[in-house]
């Protein structure tokens, strides 16, 4: 008997969809599957102000394919010049879903992001006010940090004192990569909520770098070690509203990752719901895949969980493309390393 799983149909609250020939190519693979997402709005140069993001939602509408239902949420980029009123404003229209912190230097084009919080306080306040969550990429940038303990070090020098100075402020720590963020999470349970990737799931470290580089696994934040991929395996498939898919999708084509120099970014907007079904089929919670993409967080945003559905069947090896061609380039889709069986009908 062929096995099949129906649940609503999901959402993916991190996404890099780009700009211009690579939104276009990039976009369709999303919208197959995800009837929305949260975008990201580091894009060169970022999406800053309101009417920075209005013009980005013009652009994304106008390259969606003829007959595809799928709306992007979209969200400013904080800047230590950024103007309290001009987000209050884009809330109040419902033209943004939440506002994005990149400490920095974190990571790819975050050199407009934030140096020192002072100076960002009182857009914080006014969000807090408001009740516009805050999507932080929680990395210090300091030299001195190890990168594999960046995430960590955030957590108790930036975030904490951060939501302690601005009570009320709804935080989603994107893209979480260790124990630290899961328990980080869990030991709060107002106001913080948590993305998980699909490929932090599958990868930890080693793949990274045993048997020689893989470029295609690198991203940021980086793969940590075993046991944080199985504190995040735990979280993800636990049901905890807490917890919600963020794929962090993000495309750059081969030339740039496979470089001496390469770029940060896994590509799963492909095969993200194949990969989701096995993983959680392993950790036997094939009954909580629903909550963890498609239930947790609209509750988290306060919007409805989607009325339509979709299907997984288990069948026979999925296939699917190991490339999608843009005009700017190849980009590789994320390799689980493992044949998948759930296919999305
Ligand atoms: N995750 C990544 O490795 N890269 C993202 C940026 C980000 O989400 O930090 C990108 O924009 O390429
Ligand atoms: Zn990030
Ligand atoms: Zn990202």
């Known amino acids: 008997m062929t096995q099949t799983l129906t649940l609503r149909r999901p959402d993916d609250w991190h996404l890099h969809l780009r700009d211009g020939a690579m939104l276009r190519a990039v976009l369709p693979e999303s919208a197959r599957h995800f009837a929305r997402a949260i975008i990201m709005p580091n894009l060169v140069p970022p999406v800053v102000t309101s009417h920075d993001a209005q013009a980005y939602r013009d652009r994304i509408m106008a390259a969606r394919p003829e007959g595809v239902d799928f709306t992007p949420l979209m969200t400013l980029y904080l800047t230590e010049q950024t103007d309290p009123d001009d987000v209050a404003a884009a809330h109040a229209s419902g033209l943004i879903s939440a506002v994005k912190l990149y400490p920095a230097g974190a990571t790819t084009n975050s050199a407009s992001g934030v140096r020192d919080f002072d100076k960002v306080r009182p857009v914080l306040e006014k969000m807090a006010e408001i009740g516009l969550p805050l999507c932080v990429h929680g990395e210090v940038t300091d030299a001195d940090i190890d990168i594999f303990d960046r995430e960590a070090v955030f957590i108790d020098r930036v975030l904490d004192p951060v939501r302690r100075a601005t009570p009320g402020l709804r935080v989603v720590m994107e893209h979480i990569t260790t124990r630290d963020g899961v328990d980080y999470v869990k030991a709060n349970d107002r106001d913080l909520a948590a993305t998980i990737t699909t490929h932090h799931l599958v990868i930890n470290r080693n793949h990274i ?137």
């Open 209 to 345: 770098l045993v048997g020689g580089i893989k470029p295609h696994y690198y991203c940021l934040p980086v793969a940590k070690r075993e046991e944080h991929r199985l504190a995040l395996r735990a979280a993800a498939t636990s049901g905890d509203a807490r917890f919600f898919l963020g794929t962090d999708s993000a495309p750059h084509t081969d030339p740039l990752k496979e470089s001496a120099c390469g770029c940060a970014g896994c590509f799963t907007a492909s095969n993200t719901m194949s990969i989701l079904a096995h993983v959680f089929e392993e950790e036997r919670a094939l009954d909580r895949l629903e909550s963890f993409t498609s239930l947790n967080g609209p509750a988290f945003y306060g919007l409805p969980a989607n009325d339509a559905q979709i299907t997984l069947t288990k069948g026979d090896p999925v296939t699917y493309p190991d490339k999608i061609e843009t005009e700017d380039g190849p980009v590789t889709v994320f390799d689980p390393g493992f044949a998948l069986h759930w296919q999305v009908s």
